[in-house]
């Protein structure tokens, strides 16, 4: 069974701090998907970021970036020198083989609180 | 710019009574999909369509039910609201409903069951 745990429920840190969100995944599939999306006030969950289980490569974009290990069955995500606008609520996601065809899996989400 | 609108943003209804939300999109996407999500939870699939086809979760309540009448259209109705049933509900598309694809997401509507 597929199962995705951000054991953060909330993180406060100081503007331009940096801050690193937790996300362990449990899967029987070899082939799955990673994703993190970012639901800020509005309410919009707003796609971040993609990684399949073959690419295990992290990846840097701005300010944020990811750790995917296999390993450990974790893909973690770090913002760098925090800003205001980062607080919002982060969940991560796992997609993977269902019957009838694909099923997504969310985090309970961590939310971020970036204070000025 | 494409997007996914969802219509009312908020929506207050009574205990018991029939209410519809209705989701759009400009995507031209072939899946839509509903999502409940409760306060400080995790958004829950509750079913979605790949073009016409239903594909109902095994733990959504019959109390919900869902209607595409074209590919830009859906509407999630919840025949007889309890309290429980307060919550934002989400609607997203994606092009197929492969595990790769990426999900977009209207800005939900939240739901106020008096």
């Known amino acids: 069974a597929q199962k995705v745990t951000q054991a953060q429920t909330e993180i406060s840190v100081v503007e331009k701090e940096d801050v690193t969100l937790d996300c362990v995944y449990e899967?029987?599939?070899?082939?799955?998907?990673l994703f993190w999306y970012k639901q800020p006030p509005s309410g919009e969950l707003v796609f971040l970021i993609r990684?399949?289980?073959?690419?295990?490569q992290n990846e840097i974009s701005g300010r944020y970036s990811w750790n995917f290990q296999k390993s450990t069955s974790s893909f973690n995500f770090t913002i760098t020198a925090s800003q205001v606008v980062d607080s919002a609520v982060y969940f991560c996601?796992?997609?993977?083989?269902?019957?009838?065809?694909?099923?997504?899996?969310f985090g309970a989400g961590t939310r971020l609180f970036v204070k000025a | 710019d494409a997007m996914v609108i969802q219509n009312p943003r908020y929506q207050v209804t009574q205990f018991g009574k029939p209410v519809t939300l209705s989701c759009s999109q400009t995507?031209?996407?072939?899946?839509m999909y509903w999502y409940q999500q409760k306060s400080s939870q995790a958004p829950k699939l509750l079913f979605h369509?790949?073009?016409?086809?239903?594909?109902n979760e095994a733990d959504t309540p019959d109390n919900f039910q869902s209607r595409r009448p074209n590919t830009s259209f859906c509407f999630l109705d919840i025949r007889s609201p309890g309290l429980g049933d307060a919550a934002m509900y989400l609607c997203?598309?994606?092009?197929?409903?492969?595990?790769?694809?990426?999900?977009?997401f209207g800005p939900g509507t939240r739901l106020l069951v008096l």
């Open positions: 990684r399949n289980s073959f690419d295990e």
């Open positions: 369509y790949y073009d016409k086809d239903f594909n």
């Open positions: 995507l031209n996407h072939n899946v």
């Open positions: 997203a598309t994606s092009r197929v409903p492969q595990g790769q694809e990426t999900q977009y």
């Open positions: 996601a796992l997609s993977e083989a269902d019957t009838g065809g694909f099923k997504t899996i």
């Open positions: 899967t029987r599939d070899t082939t799955y998907y």
